[in-house]
């Protein structure tokens, strides 16, 4: 097994150096990856960049509050972005990480794949630990990849509640989802 370092992202005011750090660092080593947050307008862009450098990208709705003129302020927007870069991301034949609980989401990113012919071992989705068992399992037993992000270290809780503070529609997804 092939190890892997995607690099994570955080708020709006990092994006630029945190690409220019994966992309520097996907010339030398080209085991390292980045993430993507599908709300920013610029995300399509940042996208198309990346994979004509072959870079793989984990793909995730993204959870800092950001103004509109950056970011979509509605969550139909941002779905509608999120399954544009999944479509972007599955065509391009990388492997690439689509990172969600969203059952709409994963169904089309699923029959997305089986249009263009893309084979199930071809990509992951990531699922927080604990929020959907159920549908991980499913998952799995359908023939496809899941890998489950589990927040860890001595500073685990603070990043947990940073995370629902950033946006607090986090706090209401968790909470929907635990008992799902």
């Not at 071809?122 to 499913?138: A, H, K, N, P």
């Not at 947990?160 to 799902?180: D, G, I, Q, Y």
Request: hydrophobic letters at 40%; charged letters at 25%.
């Amino acid at each position: 097994t092939e190890s892997f370092l995607q690099v994570d992202m955080e708020d709006s005011a990092h994006t630029d150096s945190i690409l220019r750090i994966v992309s520097d660092t996907h010339r030398t080593c080209p085991v390292v990856g980045a993430v993507i947050q599908a709300y920013l307008y610029r995300s399509e862009q940042d996208v198309q960049r990346l994979l004509s450098e072959g870079i793989r990208i984990r793909l995730c709705k993204g959870a800092y509050k950001e103004p509109s003129s950056i970011a979509y302020p509605h969550k139909a927007d941002v779905d509608a972005n999120y399954m544009r870069l999944t479509q972007l991301l599955l065509q391009s034949r990388l492997y690439h990480s689509i990172a969600t609980h969203d059952q709409k989401i994963i169904d089309a990113t699923c029959q997305y794949a089986i249009e263009i012919g893309l084979p199930k071992q071809s990509f992951e989705f990531q699922m927080l630990f604990g929020v959907r068992r159920d549908l991980q399992q499913q998952l799995v037993s359908e023939g496809y990849r899941v890998r489950i992000y589990v927040p860890f270290g001595k500073d685990w809780f603070p990043y947990f509640m940073r995370r629902l503070a950033e946006r607090p529609a986090n706090l209401a997804f968790v909470t929907r989802n635990l008992f799902h």
